[in-house]
């Protein structure tokens, strides 16, 4: 009976990490549909389902913090980056009447998620830092 409570405690772990990594995973490809669908609006067949993975990719390697929090030094500011406008001439950079970590799309910049660093932009006029986490 001893050696059944660690399994069960192991396996009942197991299943609730799960769960959570299932809705986290749901989370970001909801998301990461959302996001597709506004930059991609007059070009649909981007923001298709076989593109749908390396979106999830992309957004699960952003990080929104703050000056206070990374520290401060001379970033890039976000508009200097290039919009992906070309499908959609509608989307407009984020700056500091109109950003929203919470709904921040990555997909609209032509951000290096190749890069061998990590890469952090300060939006403009604001405290937030965008970190683009390296691929590992």
């Known amino acids: 009976m001893k050696k059944i409570i660690p399994v069960l405690f192991t396996f009942g772990t197991f299943m609730v990490s799960s769960g959570l990594h299932a809705q986290t995973t749901a989370s970001l490809e909801a998301k990461a549909q959302q996001y597709a669908n506004e930059v991609f609006q007059d070009c649909p067949q981007y923001a298709q389902a076989e593109y749908l993975n390396e979106y999830v990719t992309m957004i699960g390697r952003v990080e929104i913090t703050t000056l206070a929090e990374y520290g401060s030094s001379n970033y890039q500011p976000l ?51 965008i970190l683009i986490h390296h691929a590992q």
């Open 79 to 129: 508009s200097a980056i290039p919009l992906k406008n070309k499908c959609n001439a509608g989307l407009t950079y984020d700056s500091a009447e109109n950003f929203n970590p919470e709904n921040f799309n990555p997909l609209k910049y032509f951000f290096n998620f190749h890069a061998p660093t990590d890469q952090a932009y300060l939006v403009d006029n604001t405290q937030y830092i």
